[in-house]
């Protein structure tokens, strides 16, 4: 199963940017999708973005196109979330996930990091 840990989380103010970065180790085989997840105070975890294991295929929330980037070195490993514009509803903890099936089973899961804090603040 593969291990996820995120980091570049911060501070930032209104308008700024930050660059978040999500590193995969263990098993890191047969995965089909990754992408970030966040989560505000008091409001549930939504889904920002997403990129395929080729990094060919993206796709984004609605509150974030234009100003959010994800994109990967390789097929496998580092995806990175560039934030642009930033604003006070982009605060909350953000999470990455990865998404992975086993071609001998056909058994499917889904690993997750355990999240950084973004805080838009003037």
């Known amino acids: 199963q593969v291990h996820l840990v995120e980091s570049g989380g911060g501070l930032v103010q209104p308008g700024g940017s930050l660059r978040l970065s999500c590193a995969a180790s263990?098993?890191?085989?047969?995965?089909?999708?990754m992408g970030w997840y966040r989560q505000a105070p008091g409001k549930q975890r939504e889904l920002v973005a997403t990129i395929s294991s080729r990094g060919d295929s993206t796709n984004y929330a609605d509150s974030v196109k234009g100003r959010f980037t994800i994109s990967k070195d390789n097929v496998q490993r580092p995806v990175y979330l560039q934030m642009n514009s930033l604003n006070a509803e982009d605060t909350g903890v953000y999470y990455c996930y990865a998404d992975q099936r086993s071609p001998a089973t056909g058994v499917e899961s889904r690993s997750w990091g355990q999240g950084t804090q973004v805080t838009v603040s003037s």
């Open positions: 263990g098993t890191i085989f047969n995965i089909n999708r």
